[in-house]
């Protein structure tokens, strides 16, 4: 089965940092983008970025470029997405999603990780 | 960036009902959009690619049309499992932009 399964709930303090992770198994993980979306909380959807595992090419939104760290590691099928100092504001639920290349949908998704930021 | 502007925001409906969905792109982009269904607590789940195919396991009911800057997600009959958010996605170029959502609710 094709699936990507991202870590646990997350809850953390203003200013600490935060990496977490999506794992992907059934597909040739390298071959595939995975991105990352972020939910606010009521809010729709904003694509925040995305890597290719197999060359780490990377490529971020522009409202999130310098906000955000996104990095794969292939030799364990598994994408991360990392802050180095928290915000309040970056309280949300945090999808990944594979794609296969140019104008392909985001066909599977992770389950979603919880990031509550609160002092 | 393409802005993508869905309309409308809220819709309510009863079941048996035909639903249109609009999705409107602030330029053009051939036909690189994406549908997804959400339902509360669950992730996105992706119903219409390349602006009209169908994914698979997807009902038929659910259908899309359009190019470059105007495209349609139309549910031909309203099922109960169909109340949800339903977003747009352009997928032509970076960053890859949603649109705003559509909420279908039972009238």
């Known amino acids: 089965e094709v699936q990507l399964v991202q870590s646990g709930a997350e809850v953390k303090k203003p200013g600490e940092s935060l990496k977490i992770s999506c794992q992907g198994s059934g597909y040739h993980f390298a071959a595939y983008w995975v991105g990352w979306v972020r939910q606010m909380p009521g809010k729709g959807l904003e694509w925040m970025g995305v890597i290719y595992p197999s060359d780490s090419d990377t490529r971020y939104s522009p409202s999130f470029q310098g906000q955000v760290t996104i990095s794969a590691d292939k030799s364990i099928t598994t994408a991360y997405l990392q802050w180095s100092s928290l915000e309040a504001s970056d309280t949300a639920m945090y999808y990944c999603a594979r794609r296969s290349g140019f104008g392909s949908p985001f066909d599977i998704w992770g389950q979603g990780t919880m990031v509550t930021v609160s002092s | 960036d393409i802005q993508l502007t869905q309309s409308p925001s809220f819709l309510s409906a009863s079941i048996g009902d035909r639903v249109t969905i609009t999705c409107r792109a602030s330029q053009g982009f051939s036909s690189y959009l994406a549908w997804y269904q959400q339902k509360p607590g669950k992730a996105p789940r992706l119903l219409i690619y390349a602006a009209s195919t169908l994914q698979s396991g997807v009902p038929s009911r659910f259908s899309g049309s359009g190019s470059e800057t105007e495209f349609t997600l139309t549910i031909s009959s309203l099922q109960s499992e169909d109340f949800a958010t339903y977003y747009c996605?352009?997928?032509?170029?970076?960053?890859?932009?949603f649109g705003g959502g559509t909420k279908v609710e039972i009238k």
């Open positions: 996605q352009q997928l032509n170029t970076y960053p890859l932009t």
